[in-house]
Structure formats: structure tokens, C-alpha cells
């Protein structure tokens, strides 16, 4: 049987500190844009912490991270994606000097891995800006931020630079677009914010992201450092070409993003989504050149699902659960949550990013939310019996597979939520993604303990024979 994954392939999985860490204001952390969205990203900004955001105790992380990378060695992770919280390390975000507890902390996370072999993967910014950055500069609308980030990737570069060899810059960057408190911080209404505001935000980190990736390479050389965006392929609804025109530009708008980072320039098409929306970018002096001269070594994406396109969508009833936006697919089921699942669309997604930049890819986060029952095995053990889960995760690692047999450049595979954490679109705890059942529900209550489930075992298999059990 031909080997497909590569032997140096990194299996594992990917959390985000805000929606796991929890100790919200433990050892001088400071308050970021979640701890005052108790409904999650799309929902109401709270005057502070409110006692029923779960993200504040997450699954407390915070206090049991030996138990769960434990449990993460267990299944044999070869790396584990996180984020550190801007936060623990620059709690308002525009201070000069960082605050060791926080650093202390990863230097234990990171040291838990290392002992068990297991790369970390680490996201700067996901989701977590600090609140006072938006309350005050009104977050990356603020050219501002640009300095502030330096310093904090600096900082975390400069302490980590042996423990941690990849990085990921802003989670998921073209989200801004959809979600411009959560995703940049940006304070402003989305009802009130231009569209002028908005691409400066835009540019702003993007041009973040490119100094700190020189920063990084000046302190180690070795890093690898990449960016990361929705991937989400786009159908046309018929074969129209009005639709499949349509299709094409909502494609392009996901694509600025990629394609500022692996070829450091903006693209010609973005004068025109410039020009269409009145916005002109002021670009400072040296933009351009920091621009070209530092992009990525790789580039990783999330994938959930594909998404329809129309020239005409108020014919058509609206999708549910796309993040981007989109109509529903006829051909697709969906998931609780209406996520419509698609594996060939990872397949798709893989093969237009290595068609396009032949760069190395990494898939940092895909996995299906579920609600989840806790039942007792047939030793009187508790599990839950998530076929639907391992259903969904084979057939979207065989597409990955048959990418890699194509010739597609993949690093590896992080599945989201590897561990139940509370989601971040609606701040649930009953959507789980994990391999491992957490005992919080979405009322707050609950022991905190840790089960495995039958995926658990089933991911072990897989990373143990490399992909050849799928
Ligand atoms: C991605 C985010 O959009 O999707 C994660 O990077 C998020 O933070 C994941 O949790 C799944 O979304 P949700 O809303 O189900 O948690």
C-alpha cells in the first residue's frame, strides 16, 4: 500500500487560550475583548465580566494543563496548537515591560510538551486583543497596535526562541471582515464603522504581520512562521455564469489576505475591492518593502465547510452557521449547528492554495461541533460513543490524503478543539470538537472532569499507523 503522509507529517490539535484557559484575571492577566462577550463573538459587549461568560473559567486549562497534554501524548500528538493570551503578557496592552507571571505560564505549557516530544504551535493573536487596545485606540483601526504587537511578539519570540519553533501571526485574518470586534478589536459598531476604517485595520495587520516576522527571523532563524485565514471554497448556486462570476470575487476577497502575506504585495484585484468601497489605504513610508521582504515560510488555514454563491442571494433562503456568509448547498448535510459538511471541499481547498503559491500548507484547525452524551462503556467507564465525529474526521482525512497523493506540500493536521472548550461563535459549551469530554455545561456547572471518547482512541490509531487506518 502506497505510504500517503509524509513520515514527518504533524499530527495533533488546536486550542485557542480564551476559549480553554479560563483564570481570566489570574497572576495579573488583563481583561481582553472576550472576557465581555458572554455570547460570543457576534453577540452583545457586556460593561465587564459577566458570571455567566464561560470563557472565564474556560475548562480551566489554566490549573490542569499537565493532565491535558498528558492526555495529548497519549493519543500521540506530534504538536499542539495554541495561542497565548495577549493579556498574561501585556494585560492592557500598551505597556513597556511584560508581566513574568504570564511568561511563566507558557514556559510551563511549552515545557510539558517538549518533555513528551510534541511541538508547540503558537498563534499571537486569536481572537484575544487586549480590551483596553480596543476600548481606548479602537483596536487595529489604530496604526498604533502595530508597535504594540511588535513588542509583545518580541517579547514572546525572544523568551521562547528554544522551546518553540512554529508560529502562526493573527488566527483566522480575514475574519475582520465579518467580525471586526472579535476578530481586530475595532471598538467602533460594525453599523457605524467605513469601510475606509475597516481596510486601514486591514493593512494595519497585515503589516504587523510582516514585521514581526522579520523580528522573528532576527532572533532565530529556525522559526517557521505562517499566517493563517478561512479557507472556504466557493460554488457557484447554478452553472450561470452571472453565479459563477459571483462565486470568483467572493473567492478573491478571502484570497487578498493569502496573497498579501506569500507574495507580499497586494494583489491587482484589490484596487478594484479598493476602489468599489471609496478606500484609499495609507500606506507609511517603508510599508511596502517590510511587505515584500518578510512573508511566510508556510501558510495554514482553517476549514469547516464550503459555501454557495449567487449573483441574485435574495432569491435564495440564507445559509446557517457560515461564518463568511453564503447559501445553503442542496447536496450537503449539515451539523447541529447548520455547518455544512463537505470533506471534498478540503480537498479543493488544499489544491487551489499549493496551485497557487506552492508553499508549504498546514490545516490548523477542522472538526465538527457536536453535542455530546456522556454513557457508560462496557467496562463502566465514561465515554461517548461520537461515531458521528470519527465519520467526519476520516472522511475529511481521506481528502487530505488524496491532496497529498496529488503532490500537495502538507505539514500537518491540527483538529480543532482536540479537548470540549467553549465555542466562539456562540460561546457554548455544548458544542464540543473534542477527542476529550470536559464535564462543563453550558449553565457553568459541572466537575471539570476529563473522559475520554471513542474518537480518542480512534485518532490515536490513526497517528500511530500515520494515516494508513483511515
Ligand atoms: C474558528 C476559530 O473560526 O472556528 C475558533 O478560529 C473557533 O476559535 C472555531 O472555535 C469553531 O467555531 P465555533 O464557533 O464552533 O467555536
Not at 500521540?76 to 495554541?82: L, P
Not at 523580528?215 to 529556525?222: F, G, L
Not at 453535542?371 to 487530505?400: C, F, P, S
Not at 457553568?444 to 473522559?451: D, I, L, Q, T
Amino acid at each position: 500500500m502506497t505510504k500517503r503522509f509524509p513520515e514527518n507529517f504533524l499530527w495533533g490539535g488546536a486550542t485557542a487560550a480564551n476559549q480553554y484557559e479560563g483564570a481570566y484575571n489570574a497572576d495579573g492577566k488583563g481583561l481582553s475583548v472576550q472576557d465581555v462577550t458572554p455570547d460570543g463573538g457576534f453577540g452583545q459587549i457586556t460593561d465587564g465580566p459577566t458570571e455567566d461568560n464561560l470563557k472565564l473559567e474556560g475548562i480551566d486549562f489554566y490549573h490542569r494543563y499537565k493532565e491535558d497534554i498528558k492526555l495529548f501524548a497519549e493519543m500521540g500528538f506530534k504538536v499542539y496548537r495554541t495561542s497565548i493570551a495577549w493579556t498574561r503578557i501585556f494585560p492592557n496592552g500598551d505597556e513597556t515591560e511584560p508581566n513574568e507571571a504570564g511568561l511563566e505560564f507558557y514556559d510551563k505549557v511549552f515545557d510539558e510538551c517538549l518533555k513528551y516530544g510534541i511541538e508547540p504551535l503558537v498563534t499571537l493573536s486569536h481572537y484575544e486583543t487586549p480590551l483596553h487596545l480596543s476600548k481606548e485606540y479602537d483596536g487595529w483601526t489604530n496604526r498604533k497596535l502595530i508597535d504594540f504587537f511588535e513588542r509583545y511578539a518580541r517579547t514572546v519570540f525572544t523568551r521562547y526562541k528554544d522551546k518553540v519553533k512554529y508560529w502562526l501571526t493573527f488566527n483566522e485574518i480575514n475574519s475582520v471582515l465579518h467580525a471586526p470586534f472579535m476578530s481586530g478589536g475595532i471598538w467602533t459598531k460594525p453599523e457605524d464603522l467605513s469601510k475606509q476604517d475597516l481596510y486601514q485595520a486591514i493593512h494595519h495587520e497585515l503589516v504587523a504581520s510582516a514585521k514581526v516576522t522579520k523580528i522573528a527571523r532576527e532572533i532565530n532563524p529556525d522559526f517557521e512562521i505562517g499566517c493563517m485565514v478561512i479557507a472556504m471554497p466557493t460554488y457557484p448556486i447554478t452553472p450561470h455564469p452571472d453565479d459563477v462570476v459571483s462565486a470568483y470575487h467572493s473567492e478573491r476577497q478571502n484570497y487578498l489576505f493569502s496573497d498579501v502575506h506569500v507574495r507580499g504585495k497586494y494583489p491587482n484585484y484589490a484596487k478594484k475591492i479598493f476602489r468599489d468601497n471609496n478606500v484609499e489605504i495609507e500606506f507609511a513610508e517603508g510599508d511596502e518593502e517590510i511587505l515584500l521582504e518578510n512573508t511566510v515560510d508556510f501558510l495554514s488555514f482553517s476549514y469547516y465547510m464550503s459555501r454557495v454563491s449567487s449573483a441574485h442571494p435574495e432569491k435564495y433562503k440564507k445559509g446557517r452557521g457560515n461564518i463568511l456568509g453564503g447559501l445553503p448547498n442542496p447536496h450537503l448535510e449539515s451539523s447541529e449547528w447548520g455547518w455544512q459538511i463537505d470533506p471534498q471541499g478540503l480537498y479543493l481547498a488544499l489544491n487551489d492554495f499549493y496551485d497557487r503559491y506552492e508553499i508549504p500548507l498546514f490545516i490548523v484547525e477542522n472538526g465538527l461541533g457536536a453535542v455530546d452524551e456522556l454513557v457508560k462503556d462496557e467496562n463502566g467507564e465514561w465515554t461517548v460513543e461520537d461515531d458521528y465525529r470519527i465519520d467526519y474526521m476520516n472522511a475529511h482525512l481521506q481528502q487530505v490524503g488524496r491532496a497529498v497523493e496529488d503532490g500537495v506540500d502538507i505539514m500537518g493536521y491540527t483538529s480543532w478543539g482536540c479537548i470540549d472548550l467553549v465555542s466562539a461563535s456562540t460561546a457554548e459549551l455544548s458544542k464540543r470538537y473534542g477527542f476529550i469530554y470536559v464535564d462543563r455545561n453550558n449553565d457553568g456547572s459541572g466537575s471539570f472532569e476529563r473522559y475520554k471518547k471513542k474518537s480518542f482512541n480512534w485518532y490515536k490509531e490513526v497517528i500511530e499507523t500515520n494515516g494508513e487506518s483511515l
